[in-house]
C-alpha cells in the first residue's frame, strides 16, 4: 500500500514559505489562509489508526511554525485533530489535499513543483530563447543556398529558406 512505502516521519516540503501548501489551500478554498484549510481538513478527514509525528518530523514543523510565525501548540503537533497549519505538511494530509483536486489542478502542481516539471519549463524556456537567437541572426529571416538540379536539363534553382517554411525559385 503506498502509506507503507512512505514513513511516517518524512516531511513532504520543509520550506517556511510552504508554497505548496499555500497553492493547494487556494485552489481547495479559494484564499491562502491555512487555518481555514485545518479547520476544512478536520471536518473532511481523519488520520489513520497509527500515524504518528516522529521526534524529526516534530522539529521540522516545529520550525516551519517559528519561520510562519503560527503558534506552537504546547500539546505537541496532533495529526487527529490537526492543531498547526504546521501538521499539514505530513505526507498523509497531502495525499489527501491532492486527491480534492482536479487533474488539471494536478497537472499545475506537478509542473510548478517536481523537479521533471521544472526540467521541462526550463527547456521550453531555452528553446524559445534559441529560436529568438536564430531569428535575430539570419539577415531579414532569409537564407540563400544554391539548389542542385535533379538532371543537367534542368535550369539550376536557388532555395530560399523562411521561417514558414522552403521556397524554391
Known sequence: MAAAAIPDGRCANPSPESPL?????????????????????NNKFSM???????????????????????????????????????ALLHWGFLAFLIRQLTPDERAYLKDRYSVLGKQRANKQRRQKHKLHRQRRKSPQNFIERPYRAASPAQPPRIEVTAPEGTLCL
Open 21 to 41: 501548501l499555500r497553492d493547494v489551500c487556494y485552489m481547495l478554498k479559494g484564499n491562502t489562509d491555512l487555518h481555514l484549510l485545518v479547520e476544512w481538513v
Open 48 to 86: 489513520p489508526m497509527g500515524a504518528r509525528i516522529d521526534d524529526q518530523l516534530a522539529r521540522e514543523m516545529k520550525a516551519l511554525a517559528e519561520a510562519a510565525g503560527w503558534p506552537i501548540p504546547s500539546e505537541g503537533f496532533r495529526l487527529g485533530p490537526v492543531n498547526s497549519p504546521a
